[in-house]
């Protein structure tokens, strides 16, 4: 690891990002191919709250502010735990295999504007929730896709 660099946690959250119309919300991982997914993202520390990782990757890879007018995050109280995948083991510490992932939903006014972080993500799309869950890269994702119509938040 680089000097100044931390390793990262093996502690994330997805986020879901829909509309109340259940359309979701996928971004592409830069120089990923076409590896969709939604917002993700590790801990900055290890007492900060999911919720407030939640908060802060939406807004560092899609600009959208989750406590705008119209907007709802909902914790579903459900976790992922998988191994990390080899070519991002050297992001960890020595000897962490395997990572534990909240999942949340995130509803938004269908129009939100999105502003991706370039270095990180250069393209989205909206779909439908069952097209957003065969255009996920990652099982868990897909998932979570599937799961939207049960956990989503009723509208405002």
């Given at each position: ?18 509309t109340p119309a259940l359309e979701v919300l996928l ?13 993700t993202g590790s801990k900055d520390t290890p007492d ?108 405002a």
């Open positions: 690891m680089p000097q100044g660099q931390r390793y990262k946690l093996p502690e994330s959250v997805l986020v879901v990002i829909h971004i592409r991982r830069t120089g990923g191919g076409e590896h969709w997914q939604s917002v900060e709250p999911f919720e407030a990782t939640a908060r802060r990757e939406v807004a560092e890879e899609t600009g959208i502010d989750t406590g705008a007018p119209g907007c709802v995050l909902t914790d579903w109280a459900l976790e992922n735990v998988y191994d990390i995948w080899p070519q991002w083991l050297h992001r960890y510490a020595p000897g962490v295999v395997r990572n534990r992932e909240r999942v949340f939903g995130l509803c938004v006014p269908a129009g939100t504007p999105v502003v991706l972080h370039a270095r990180e993500h250069d393209a989205f799309q909206w779909l439908p929730w069952r097209a957003a869950a065969d255009a996920c890269f990652s099982a868990s994702n897909a998932e979570a896709c599937l799961l939207l119509p049960r956990f989503a938040a009723p509208p």
